[in-house]
């Protein structure tokens, strides 16, 4: 891409603690009135936003940031006022400068005076609230610094803001990498592992490209080349080693030139580091040189010449007089200079809507809401055990059900008793003395909707350890057709299994029949012979299975049911409450969907939720588990949303081996270093697409531990105070007490 002399593009990364616009759009989505639900949100939000003073993982040192991409492109004038043509041309290339780097994924929006004016001052005011204030009649250069602000440049490598407040040192590349791709400027903003050799506090890294006469400088290179070669080929050569690089260099150069036409650029690359601790950033600075060395860039700390440099490195600040007097510009062809774009950054989370907030490893605040998808709402978990499943899952549905949306959980391991009686859920045990009532027909309104999920329920009764042929199936739904037609809402099993009984000419039928019987007639009837009871009508609904693990062909079946009325709930919910988010959590239920049959109904389940706006969220162990049969992946494909926690390399390896589960190889990679770190922080890998994914931390507070703890003290005496009719909050605030006073 060519444009005309005298022309900038400055293409700048901002890391800056401005995250506040994150925090309001978490805590501004939680409308929530409960007690603990609120405390919850406010913790984590008082925790997250803390993050800016002091690292939230210790270990990486980093501050919370968000990451903004700035492109400035500055045209020459061909007059001291720009006439319509000037506008026009200006325009119509800056219009070439946006559409390439769409092409690269940036998500660009061009400023307005008042845009540019509060992104001056969070620059030039990293740590203060950032203000709109624009005054029209002002000029723009005139209301970046406030009265009393100062920039002082007396100490020659470090600048100083407003008598202390905060510190800034400059840091310019003398020498690139010889070889080298844009990938490597993933590694420039800090190691992507997130523990090492990162950058802890804010910075502003600058790419400025200037465009000079092509003509003119295509002289100066073949000139420049002529001189090399003489050099390198003269009788000192052997003294001055520093010639083969430069011959190699050059070289290059003029192969660009000469071989492919190229265009040639003249490029600088700094980056400004700061921090309100002047030792701290001497540190900084020094750990950053040795870093980049690893990465084959020579950086030097710039001195004395600090304030040409800050002045002249601001968005549309760059000038002719700074290429000629800084002396920090390099030149090099486009296609060069292209692989040090300072555009890719940490993942930002799936939009602003603001469900959870977490962070990522290098420190970017990041939003994630299971709605802000463009095919379904639902999504897979997979954590291997001590990854931190429960913990996840407890702090989705805290977090949604703060967002005012209607939850249902079904789990078989008594993670979410506590949360539950905390938040005034509703906790439904099918214990053998239990009155519940499952009748699939009660809630039937629409046959047609409902015929997946009663065929496979009357077909698992049917055929426990086995399938069903088709033309079993075939028969089943006429089993189901006819006695709806005769009794309605009013039918149950034992009408089903006597219509098929009644089939004298068809012994495949009388065997069904038959086979119904544990339940219709025997010791499972009850749990399925009257008027459907379960009460569904809490926000929150927790269906405890595992006093039925001792019986799976019940417990399958009461699976199904469950899903079938909470299906049925959704649509209700969407009839009466359109815009609530509904969400279903399926935990520790991943054997019972290796099943044919199950795994049919829960992909039926997938998409009815889709069609009432509703989600699901099945939780399970191993990657590889998922991929490794048909029945369980078809309920991956109808997952927008996976949400990876540590696994083993030899299950990821097999999940990508089954062809199935999709990612680019980076990401492969990455996804091998997800980690947990037990009472520090939980890594996800969030995964939309083959390329759309990030790995981001969960880190919480004390309080968040003792909420969601599921074991030992921290469950048993909580669950007592409530028993007592202690407050949540209360009880997990006296906890806290109790084990502070006790170390």
């Known amino acids: 891409m060519n444009f005309a002399p005298g022309t900038f593009i400055q293409i700048a990364m901002l890391g800056s603690p401005d995250v506040g616009e994150y925090i309001d759009a978490y805590l501004n989505s939680k409308p929530a009135l409960n007690p603990i639900l609120k405390a919850l949100s406010r913790q984590h939000a008082d925790l997250i936003n803390g993050g800016v003073d002091d690292p939230l993982v210790q270990r990486s040192g980093v501050m919370l940031n968000r990451q903004r991409v700035i492109v400035t492109v500055k045209f020459p004038c061909r007059n001291e006022s720009p006439d319509d043509a000037d506008i026009a041309a200006t325009k119509e290339s800056a219009d070439r400068v946006t559409e390439a780097l769409k092409a690269a994924s940036l998500n660009l929006f061009q400023l307005d005076a008042m845009g540019y004016l509060v992104l001056m001052r969070i620059i030039t005011k990293l740590w203060d609230a950032p203000r709109s204030h624009y005054d029209e009649d002002q000029l723009i250069k005139d209301q ?155 950086l030097r700390e710039d001195r004395r010449i600090l304030e040409a440099l800050w002045n002249n490195l601001l968005p549309l600040n760059t000038s002719r007089e700074g290429v000629k007097n800084l002396y920090r510009f390099h030149t090099m062809a486009v296609r060069h200079a292209c692989q040090f774009l300072p555009i890719l950054g940490e993942w930002t989370g799936s939009g602003m809507a603001g469900a959870m907030l977490m962070l990522t490893r290098r420190g970017q605040a990041a ?103 088709d033309y079993q199936l075939s028969r089943v739904e006429q089993a189901i057709t006819s006695t709806w037609e005769k009794f309605g809402n009013a039918a149950n099993i034992t009408a089903v299994a006597d219509w098929f009984i009644n089939q004298s000419d068809d012994e495949e039928c009388r065997r069904l029949g038959r086979q119904l019987f ?133 299950s990821i390896d097999s999940a990508i081996d089954s062809k199935q589960f999709k990612i680019e190889p980076y990401g492969a990679h990455m996804l091998k270093t997800v980690h947990t770190m037990p009472g520090k922080y939980s890594e996800i890998m969030v995964k939309r697409s083959e390329t759309d994914w990030g790995i981001v931390r969960l880190v919480v507070d004390e309080f968040h531990n003792v909420t969601f703890s599921s074991k030992g003290a921290a469950r048993n005496e909580i669950l007592d105070d409530l028993d007592r009719g202690v407050d949540a909050v209360e009880a997990v605030n006296n906890y806290m007490a109790r084990q502070s006073s006790a170390a």
């Open 144 to 298: 970046i610094y406030y009265p009393g602000d100062s920039i002082n440049y007396d100490d020659p490598s470090t600048i100083n803001f407003n008598d202390g407040g905060h510190y800034a040192k400059a840091l310019s590349v003398k020498h690139f990498p010889q070889k080298t791709s844009l990938a490597i400027m993933n590694h420039m903003i800090g190691d992507p592992n997130g523990l090492s050799n990162q950058i802890t506090d804010p910075y502003y890294m600058v790419l400025t490209i200037h465009y000079p006469d092509q003509v003119v400088k295509k002289d100066e290179v073949k000139q420049t080349s002529s001189i090399i070669n003489h050099q390198v080929f003269g009788p000192t050569a052997h003294l001055i080693p520093i010639l083969s690089y430069k011959k190699k260099g050059i070289d290059t150069l003029v192969h660009e030139i000469d071989g492919k036409g190229a265009i040639i650029v003249e490029v600088n690359f700094t980056i400004f580091l700061f921090s309100r601790d002047k030792q701290r950033l001497n540190k900084l600075s020094a750990g950053l040189q040795a870093y980049y060395t690893s990465l084959a860039f020579e």
């Open 367 to 469: 939003l994630i809401d299971l709605y802000e998808s463009s095919t379904n709402y639902s999504g897979i978990i997979f954590a291997e055990a001590g990854a931190g499943k429960s913990f996840f899952t407890q702090k989705i549905a805290a977090d949604y059900l703060a967002a005012g949306a209607k939850l249902w959980v079904i789990d078989a391991g008594r993670s979410y008793l506590k949360l539950c009686k905390m938040v005034g859920g509703e906790f439904i045990e099918f214990k053998p003395e239990s009155d519940v009532c499952l009748n699939p027909f009660t809630h039937v309104e629409d046959l047609h909707e409902e015929m997946d999920i009663l065929k496979a329920t009357i077909a698992k009764m049917a055929a426990p350890e086995d399938t069903l042929n």
């Open 518 to 650: 544990p339940f219709a007639g025997g010791q499972y009837t009850k749990w399925f012979d009257g008027e459907n009871n379960l009460d569904m009508s809490n926000a929150f609904i927790c269906m405890e299975l595992s006093d039925l693990k001792g019986r799976p062909a019940l417990q399958q079946v009461v699976l199904l049911q469950l899903i079938s009325r909470i299906n049925h709930d959704m649509y209700k919910a969407q009839l009466g409450e359109r815009g609530r988010k509904k969400i279903l959590i399926v935990d520790e239920a991943w054997e019972m969907l290796d099943d044919p049959m199950m795994a049919k109904a829960m992909v039926a389940a997938y998409r009815k939720a889709r069609k009432e706006d509703g989600a699901v969220l099945v939780v399970t162990q191993a990657i590889g588990d998922v991929y490794a049969s048909k029945n369980t992946e078809a309920i991956a494909a109808n997952s927008a949303w996976q949400f990876i926690l540590q696994q083993k390399s030899e």
